[in-house]
């Protein structure tokens, strides 16, 4: 028996390996001949009335906001890159209502205003749906939904709960699959139940989605600079200054959406911990491996274990699988070196064709990973500085697809003092715990990394670790 179980795992892990041959290591959504060309860099000084700093989906949206609010506004945006290459061009294009990374989440912390946070949360994905209709941005968008499922019994029993718990809250649109019903929507000899969110998450490609808001931005008159970071703000006069390689702009307000990497407000960079996610994508699927599939209603999907992998179907039948390994660098670096990790890589085709063994053959054209800005709530987090001269948005940890233009309109009421519906949330008046200094973040990271395998492997139960972190308002349960 034993023996027989070797030469099975020896046999995943060369068909892996033949799998992953030829995968390039590049983001697939980046890697489009319809790519924009990138725009010249700042020289010399500007003047505006908003400065974006950030060219990923939260200062997009910013600036974008910010004209549609107000078309007379003069609004600069600069981007170190070029605009969507970070984790806005790599994510795995799930772009959910949740602003709170997952209703668990939000319920636990915050259960009073849980509901109306439901509600802003798929008023502002239709209004990213509406928005790509009114400037004509092509992305692929499909408002399929997004199943959760479990590949383990226990996860079985949290789906029913939670599908319990959200029909006492009054919150609708949510299905439990049993495992036929699951199965007659996506075949897999892993898939047990599922929980279908069938109008809060819709599937996107989201580079197409940077490049069309950008174009949108342009359009509207934002000036953009692309190979222009910002190195160092300042109070100028009444507003601000913000230093770039070959120039400054000087501003009356300014908005940080740099996320993963460190922020011109140095107090707020303990408050996140980038870490890295890895994916990759198949080659187009033939008809008959379609059909062996079923998969016809193209939901996301993700697995409800702790170490869990999300997987989608794209427009021309290619299947993303990302996931599983998160991967914290000692010291919280983003740098290009960290954007592959070829064990993740293995480990995800392993998986991969466990879940599809009808699938076995398939290879992986790409293969990519890419920063995230974690917080210690999972969520974003939101604040000003310089007086109220600049306003910040951080943390989305994932999710930040959908929740980043509800985190523009924040950032643009607190630089406006405005008291709205947004700044009223104890969401957005609230702050994280920060991570600790190295090297305790590093040994913290690594044990909750440990004690979390080791729940998804006894049945779901969490360790002391993970219940003191939970009672500290640090555990993870999204």
Not at 141 to 161: K, M, Y
Not at 228 to 248: D, I, K, N, S
Not at 265 to 272: A, D, G, L, Q, S
Request: proline share 5%; with cysteine.
């Amino acid at each position: 028996m034993a023996g027989r179980a070797m030469d099975r795992d020896r046999a995943h892990h060369e068909l892996s390996r033949r799998a992953l041959a030829d995968a390039a290591p590049r983001p697939y959504w980046l890697d489009d001949p319809g790519r924009p060309a990138a725009l010249p860099a700042l020289v010399g000084d500007e003047t505006c009335d908003l400065l974006v700093v950030g060219g990923g989906f939260s200062g997009l949206w910013t600036a974008l906001r910010a004209k549609e609010r107000d078309p007379g506004r003069d609004v600069v945006l600069i981007e170190a890159r070029e605009c969507g290459w970070a984790a806005s061009g790599r994510n795995g294009g799930f772009c959910s209502a949740s602003l709170t990374h997952g209703w668990a989440n939000g319920q636990a912390r915050w259960p009073r205003e849980f509901t109306t946070l439901h509600e802003m949360g798929l008023r502002n994905l239709d209004g990213i749906e509406a928005t790509l209709a009114r400037h004509g941005i092509d992305c692929d968008f499909e408002r399929t939904g997004e199943i959760d499922i479990a590949t383990a019994p226990h996860q079985v029993a949290e789906l029913r709960e939670s599908a319990d718990e959200l029909a006492a809250l009054g919150v609708s649109g949510y299905e439990f699959l049993d495992q036929d019903r699951l199965r007659a929507e996506v075949r897999s000899p892993t898939f047990l139940a599922g929980l279908w969110d069938r109008d809060g998450v819709a599937m996107l490609d989201p580079a197409r989605l940077a490049w069309g808001l950008k174009r949108a931005c342009r359009e509207l008159g934002v000036r953009v600079y692309e190979n222009t970071p910002g190195t160092a703000l300042a109070e100028q006069g009444a507003g601000t200054a913000v230093r770039t390689p070959y120039g400054r702009v000087f501003a009356r307000r300014t908005a940080l959406g740099t996320n993963a990497f460190p922020s011109l407000v140095r107090r707020v960079r303990p408050y996140i911990a980038p870490v890295y996610d890895y994916a990759l994508m198949t080659e187009p699927l033939s008809a008959e491996q379609r059909e062996a599939l079923g998969w016809r209603r193209r939901q996301g999907l993700g697995d409800a274990a702790n170490h869990f992998h999300y997987f989608r179907i794209t427009r021309d039948h290619r299947v993303l699988w990302g996931g599983y390994d998160i991967v914290y660098h000692f010291g919280g670096g983003v740098r290009s070196e960290y954007e592959h990790h070829p064990a993740t890589y293995e480990k995800l085709a392993e998986h991969f064709f466990r879940c599809f063994p009808q699938l076995e053959g398939v290879r992986f054209t790409h293969s990519w990973g890419g920063a995230i800005d974690t917080c210690s709530r999972f969520s974003a987090f939101f604040g000003t500085a310089l007086g109220g001269r600049a306003a910040y948005a951080l943390g989305y940890t994932g999710l930040g697809v959908g929740a980043s233009r509800f985190g523009a309109d924040v950032m643009l009421d607190l630089l406006a003092g405005a008291y709205t519906e947004r700044t009223a949330l104890e969401m957005v008046r609230s702050r994280p715990l920060p991570f600790p200094p190295e090297p305790v973040r590093s040994l913290g990271i690594g044990i909750t990394q440990w004690s979390m395998t080791r729940a998804d492997e006894n049945g779901g139960r969490r360790n002391l670790w993970l219940k003191a972190m939970d009672k500290v308002g640090m555990g993870f349960d999204s």
